[in-house]
Protein backbone atom coordinates (compact mmCIF):
# COMPACT_ATOMS: atom_id res chain seq x y z
CA UNK A 1 0.00 0.00 0.00
CA UNK A 2 1.38 3.27 -0.91
CA UNK A 3 0.26 6.61 0.22
CA UNK A 4 0.62 8.74 -2.70
CA UNK A 5 2.05 7.84 -6.44
CA UNK A 6 4.79 10.07 -6.33
CA UNK A 7 7.74 7.36 -4.65
CA UNK A 8 9.94 4.55 -6.44
CA UNK A 9 8.05 1.40 -4.92
CA UNK A 10 4.89 2.37 -6.50
CA UNK A 11 6.22 2.39 -9.90
CA UNK A 12 8.54 -0.68 -9.95
CA UNK A 13 5.54 -2.43 -7.87
CA UNK A 14 2.87 -1.02 -11.11
CA UNK A 15 5.91 -1.93 -13.82
CA UNK A 16 6.22 -5.86 -12.32
CA UNK A 17 2.78 -5.88 -12.23
CA UNK A 18 2.23 -5.23 -15.35
CA UNK A 19 4.18 -8.33 -16.57
CA UNK A 20 2.19 -10.45 -14.28
CA UNK A 21 -0.31 -13.00 -16.07
CA UNK A 22 -2.91 -12.45 -13.66
CA UNK A 23 -2.59 -9.19 -14.66
CA UNK A 24 -3.13 -9.27 -18.34
CA UNK A 25 -6.30 -11.38 -17.80
CA UNK A 26 -8.04 -9.12 -15.59
CA UNK A 27 -7.48 -6.82 -18.31
CA UNK A 28 -8.20 -8.74 -20.99
CA UNK A 29 -11.80 -9.81 -18.96
CA UNK A 30 -11.91 -5.79 -18.63
CA UNK A 31 -11.65 -5.00 -22.17
CA UNK A 32 -14.71 -7.38 -23.21
CA UNK A 33 -16.50 -5.94 -20.12
CA UNK A 34 -15.61 -2.43 -21.59
CA UNK A 35 -17.15 -3.56 -25.21
CA UNK A 36 -20.38 -5.10 -23.63
CA UNK A 37 -21.11 -2.28 -20.91
CA UNK A 38 -21.22 0.03 -24.06
CA UNK A 39 -23.91 -1.04 -25.55
CA UNK A 40 -26.03 -0.26 -22.40
CA UNK A 41 -26.42 3.34 -21.11
CA UNK A 42 -29.64 4.96 -19.38
CA UNK A 43 -31.02 8.01 -21.52
CA UNK A 44 -31.39 11.53 -19.42
CA UNK A 45 -31.49 14.27 -22.31
CA UNK A 46 -31.19 13.66 -25.77
CA UNK A 47 -27.68 14.51 -25.69
CA UNK A 48 -26.84 13.29 -21.87
CA UNK A 49 -26.82 9.71 -20.61
CA UNK A 50 -25.44 7.72 -17.80
CA UNK A 51 -23.05 5.05 -19.40
CA UNK A 52 -20.97 2.72 -17.24
CA UNK A 53 -17.97 1.59 -19.61
CA UNK A 54 -15.47 3.57 -16.95
CA UNK A 55 -16.04 0.90 -14.96
CA UNK A 56 -14.11 -1.40 -16.17
CA UNK A 57 -11.28 1.26 -16.67
CA UNK A 58 -11.83 1.53 -12.99
CA UNK A 59 -11.12 -2.45 -12.44
CA UNK A 60 -7.65 -1.86 -14.20
CA UNK A 61 -6.55 1.15 -12.46
CA UNK A 62 -7.34 -0.58 -9.31
CA UNK A 63 -5.79 -4.09 -9.68
CA UNK A 64 -3.53 -3.60 -12.69
CA UNK A 65 -1.75 -0.39 -12.19
CA UNK A 66 -0.18 2.66 -14.04
CA UNK A 67 1.90 0.74 -16.75
CA UNK A 68 -0.80 -1.43 -17.55
CA UNK A 69 -3.38 1.06 -17.10
CA UNK A 70 -2.33 3.08 -20.43
CA UNK A 71 -1.55 0.08 -22.48
CA UNK A 72 -5.44 -0.88 -21.74
CA UNK A 73 -6.67 2.52 -22.11
CA UNK A 74 -5.19 2.18 -25.91
CA UNK A 75 -5.85 -1.66 -26.24
CA UNK A 76 -9.15 -0.73 -25.39
CA UNK A 77 -10.25 2.01 -27.61
CA UNK A 78 -8.68 0.30 -30.83
CA UNK A 79 -10.67 -2.74 -30.07
CA UNK A 80 -14.27 -0.24 -29.63
CA UNK A 81 -12.91 1.06 -33.06
CA UNK A 82 -12.74 -2.00 -34.93
CA UNK A 83 -16.10 -3.19 -33.31
CA UNK A 84 -17.61 -0.30 -34.95
CA UNK A 85 -16.20 0.19 -38.32
CA UNK A 86 -18.33 2.96 -39.45
CA UNK A 87 -16.32 5.71 -36.90
CA UNK A 88 -13.11 7.68 -38.20
CA UNK A 89 -10.14 6.62 -36.24
CA UNK A 90 -8.32 9.24 -34.89
CA UNK A 91 -5.71 9.05 -32.48
CA UNK A 92 -6.38 11.82 -29.93
CA UNK A 93 -9.36 9.69 -28.67
CA UNK A 94 -6.91 7.01 -27.84
CA UNK A 95 -4.60 9.04 -25.98
CA UNK A 96 -7.86 10.00 -24.13
CA UNK A 97 -8.80 6.68 -23.00
CA UNK A 98 -4.99 6.44 -22.25
CA UNK A 99 -4.66 9.07 -19.84
CA UNK A 100 -8.02 8.60 -18.75
CA UNK A 101 -6.94 4.92 -17.52
CA UNK A 102 -3.72 6.72 -16.28
CA UNK A 103 -5.99 8.70 -14.05
CA UNK A 104 -7.50 5.70 -12.48
CA UNK A 105 -4.51 3.96 -11.53
CA UNK A 106 -2.73 6.74 -10.20
CA UNK A 107 -5.51 7.29 -7.74
CA UNK A 108 -6.81 3.86 -7.30
CA UNK A 109 -3.97 1.20 -8.04
CA UNK A 110 -2.47 0.08 -4.13
CA UNK A 111 -4.31 2.92 -2.03
CA UNK A 112 -6.86 2.99 0.61
CA UNK A 113 -10.12 3.61 -1.67
CA UNK A 114 -12.09 6.54 0.13
CA UNK A 115 -14.98 8.53 -1.04
CA UNK A 116 -13.00 11.68 -1.60
CA UNK A 117 -10.57 9.51 -3.86
CA UNK A 118 -13.29 8.27 -6.35
CA UNK A 119 -14.12 12.11 -6.40
CA UNK A 120 -11.08 13.62 -6.71
CA UNK A 121 -10.56 10.86 -9.59
CA UNK A 122 -13.79 11.72 -11.51
CA UNK A 123 -13.07 15.44 -11.14
CA UNK A 124 -9.50 15.01 -13.18
CA UNK A 125 -10.72 12.59 -15.38
CA UNK A 126 -14.40 14.49 -16.66
CA UNK A 127 -12.59 18.08 -16.45
CA UNK A 128 -8.98 16.97 -17.86
CA UNK A 129 -9.57 14.42 -20.38
CA UNK A 130 -13.26 14.60 -21.01
CA UNK A 131 -13.96 18.49 -21.06
CA UNK A 132 -10.11 19.66 -22.08
CA UNK A 133 -9.21 16.88 -24.36
CA UNK A 134 -12.55 16.06 -25.63
CA UNK A 135 -12.58 19.79 -26.43
CA UNK A 136 -10.00 19.88 -28.13
CA UNK A 137 -10.42 17.07 -30.11
CA UNK A 138 -13.66 17.99 -31.23
CA UNK A 139 -12.13 21.31 -32.15
CA UNK A 140 -9.71 19.90 -34.27
CA UNK A 141 -11.98 17.49 -36.25
CA UNK A 142 -15.37 19.64 -36.63
CA UNK A 143 -14.25 23.14 -36.04
CA UNK A 144 -17.18 25.33 -34.03
CA UNK A 145 -14.60 26.69 -31.83
CA UNK A 146 -12.90 25.28 -28.47
CA UNK A 147 -14.42 27.80 -25.92
CA UNK A 148 -17.83 26.21 -27.28
CA UNK A 149 -17.03 22.94 -27.13
CA UNK A 150 -15.29 23.15 -23.59
CA UNK A 151 -18.73 24.39 -22.12
CA UNK A 152 -21.23 22.46 -23.60
CA UNK A 153 -18.45 19.26 -22.02
CA UNK A 154 -18.02 20.88 -18.93
CA UNK A 155 -21.99 21.02 -18.17
CA UNK A 156 -22.73 17.58 -19.15
CA UNK A 157 -19.67 16.01 -16.96
CA UNK A 158 -20.18 18.46 -14.12
CA UNK A 159 -24.12 17.23 -14.07
CA UNK A 160 -22.66 13.56 -14.22
CA UNK A 161 -20.04 13.97 -11.37
CA UNK A 162 -22.28 13.19 -8.69
CA UNK A 163 -24.13 10.10 -10.48
CA UNK A 164 -20.63 8.80 -11.68
CA UNK A 165 -19.09 9.36 -7.41
CA UNK A 166 -22.30 7.11 -6.58
CA UNK A 167 -22.22 4.35 -9.39
CA UNK A 168 -18.58 4.02 -8.23
CA UNK A 169 -18.92 4.04 -4.38
CA UNK A 170 -21.57 1.17 -5.25
CA UNK A 171 -19.69 -0.62 -7.38
CA UNK A 172 -16.40 -0.22 -5.45
CA UNK A 173 -18.27 -1.82 -2.45
CA UNK A 174 -19.21 -4.92 -3.98
CA UNK A 175 -15.89 -5.17 -5.53
CA UNK A 176 -13.39 -4.64 -2.89
CA UNK A 177 -14.18 -7.31 -0.65
CA UNK A 178 -14.24 -9.79 -3.64
CA UNK A 179 -11.42 -8.71 -4.80
CA UNK A 180 -9.47 -8.68 -1.54
CA UNK A 181 -10.67 -12.59 -0.95
CA UNK A 182 -9.29 -13.01 -4.61
CA UNK A 183 -6.03 -11.76 -3.82
CA UNK A 184 -6.11 -9.35 -6.63
CA UNK A 185 -5.53 -6.69 -4.28
CA UNK A 186 -3.08 -6.34 -1.47
CA UNK A 187 -4.59 -7.84 1.81
CA UNK A 188 -4.03 -4.27 3.37
CA UNK A 189 -6.30 -2.30 1.03
CA UNK A 190 -9.60 -1.71 3.02
CA UNK A 191 -12.50 -3.89 2.23
CA UNK A 192 -15.20 -1.00 2.78
CA UNK A 193 -15.52 2.98 1.46
CA UNK A 194 -14.62 5.17 4.23
CA UNK A 195 -15.09 9.10 3.36
CA UNK A 196 -11.36 9.97 3.53
Keep these: MYNHPFCRGFWKDAL ?20 ILGYFYIPITESLSIRFTYLATSTVGLVAGPVAALI ?38 RQRITILRIV ?11 VLMGAYWSNMLYGKGFIYRVSVSLFKNVAMLPIEVII ?13 SARYIPAEQNRKITWI
Design 16 to 35: ANARSLKTLVICALCMAMSI
Design 72 to 109: YGAAVDLLDFMMHPGYTFFFGYTLSAMVGAFFYALFYY
Design 120 to 130: LCRLCVNLFVN
Design 168 to 180: TVAFFSLLLPAFK
